[in-house]
């Protein structure tokens, strides 16, 4: 088993940053791929980023691109994601999520609440 915890939400203004971080712990040497997701309200939740951890290999949404950076260390125990130039509609509870088969993600953190004031 794997647990992921988040932390590092908050409000912030339109324009400022924010870096969100989620510690694994468990048999972490099983986890394949980490990434972030959202929920805005109202809405179902989102793809932001992710991170093949072994090959560095990272992938994001459009609306991430340009302004949201994901890493992780090499032990694959700590996964983040550096937010930049933030917006209003990046208000939402931010998840971080570790993929432990060949696909997707099945691992889930209890959630981090990001507010973006305009």
């Known amino acids: 088993q794997v647990q992921m915890v988040e932390s590092g939400g908050g409000l912030v203004q339109a324009g400022g940053s924010l870096r969100l971080s989620c510690g694994a712990s468990g048999r972490t040497k099983s986890i394949i791929r980490m990434g972030w997701f959202r929920q805005p309200p109202g809405k179902e939740r989102e793809f932001v980023a992710g991170?093949?951890?072994?090959?560095?290999?990272?992938n994001y949404a459009d609306s991430a691109k340009g302004r949201f950076t994901i890493s992780s260390d090499g032990a694959k125990n700590t996964v983040n994601l550096q937010m930049n130039s933030l917006r209003p509609e990046d208000t939402a509870v931010y998840y971080c999520?570790?993929?432990?088969?060949?696909?997707?993600?099945?691992?889930w953190g209890q959630g981090t609440q990001v507010t973006v004031t305009s």
């Open positions: 999520a570790a993929g432990l088969g060949l696909n997707g993600y099945d691992t």
């Open positions: 991170i093949i951890g072994d090959l560095g290999i990272t």
